[in-house]
């Protein structure tokens, strides 16, 4: 009913810059919150930054004054925009979004297949 694809990920050296992709598309009414996430190998996928539908944004600490998540809700797509990048960020970044799907009032979150970025020293 709703899938959510990502692109953007890749290889880049540290101090580089790479722009994720996440657009939403099917049976949507409404996408509230879109986060993204990222996962390393042995460790629990962690929020690197989210989105309100009114555009209010949280950052992990890690990651604040280098990244940038923006949305178009005219598109459902959410944009991570990665700056300054460092080897710790390394790993694979997942897309979430919260959906309310057409003809319903409940919501329900849907995930990304995943895009891998690399962040070579």
């Known amino acids: 009913q709703v899938q959510l694809v990502e692109s953007g990920g890749g290889l880049v050296q540290a101090g580089g810059s790479l722009r994720l992709s996440c657009a939403a598309s099917?049976?949507?009414?409404?996408?509230?919150?879109m986060d993204w996430y990222r996962q390393v190998p042995g460790k629990q996928r962690e929020l690197v930054a989210s989105?309100?539908?009114?555009?209010?944004?949280n950052y992990a600490d890690s990651v604040k004054g280098r990244f940038t998540i923006s949305r178009d809700n005219a598109v459902n797509t959410v944009i991570l925009q990665m700056d300054s990048l460092k080897p710790e960020d390394t790993g694979v970044y997942y897309c979430r979004g919260v959906v309310q799907l057409r003809g319903s009032w409940r919501t329900r979150e849907y995930w990304g297949q995943g895009t891998q970025v690399t962040v070579s020293s």
């Open positions: 989105i309100s539908s009114g555009r209010s944004t």
């Open positions: 099917g049976s949507i009414s409404s996408v509230n919150a």
